[in-house]
């Protein structure tokens, strides 16, 4: 073992010894502080935090996918397209819906945008209201394109009797990110 020099007058601690007075008891050790409990409160709070945000952006998405399913057009078939559209444009006259279902040339359905504008003025005109209808529509199906053929059932009301014209029209649809209707026609 290596002995330790003694320490000389300039290491020698300067303070004075501090003891305690005659008469008074040695004061009773400082108990350590308690264990900090917010840093655990505060842990437990943040993995809470953070799953809940995690289930919020998994709710949003699902939210958001279950949505854009829902509100989707249907363009699964030539005839649901041509029902589809028939409904947007002829008896809702939704023009911003019946878009989803038209190709992008639109110059084939000039036929039906006639019929509609016919029907309106003659509306105006005659102060009635027509009521289009259709019944079942029978479906031609070549590769990518395929014609649908249905009857359009035009109805309005002129001194409360019920008047009705039958129209046969054929339609031409084509796969193009689903089935759109493409041309519209009646047939002579």
């Not at 330790?4 to 303070?15: E, G, I, L, M, W």
């Not at 998405?61 to 989707?72: I, L, S």
């Not at 000039?110 to 003659?122: E, F, G, Q, W």
Request: glycine fraction near 6%.
């Amino acid at each position: 073992m290596e002995s330790v020099p003694p320490p000389t007058d300039s290491q020698v601690s300067r303070v004075p010894s501090q003891r305690t007075p005659p008469g008074q008891a040695d004061a009773p050790p400082v108990a350590p502080p308690p264990a900090p409990r917010r840093r655990r409160a505060g842990l437990v709070l943040a993995v809470v935090g953070g799953a809940l945000a995690l289930l919020c952006l998994a709710g949003a998405a699902v939210a958001y996918v279950a949505y854009d399913r829902f509100t989707a057009p249907d363009r699964s078939a030539p005839d649901v397209v041509v029902d589809n559209y028939l409904r947007a444009f002829l008896v809702d006259e939704n023009d911003v819906l019946a878009e989803q279902f038209e190709c992008a040339d639109k110059a084939g359905l000039a036929p039906l945008r006639t019929l509609r504008s016919d029907l309106t003025a003659r509306e105006k005109q005659f102060q009635i209201t027509f009521v289009v209808k259709w019944g079942p529509l029978g479906v031609r199906a070549q590769g990518e394109s395929a014609e649908v053929t249905v009857e359009l059932v035009i109805s309005y009301l002129v001194d409360n009797l019920s008047q009705t014209e039958h129209q046969q029209w054929r339609f031409g649809t084509e796969q193009d990110d689903g089935w759109r209707v493409c041309q519209a026609a009646p047939v002579s």
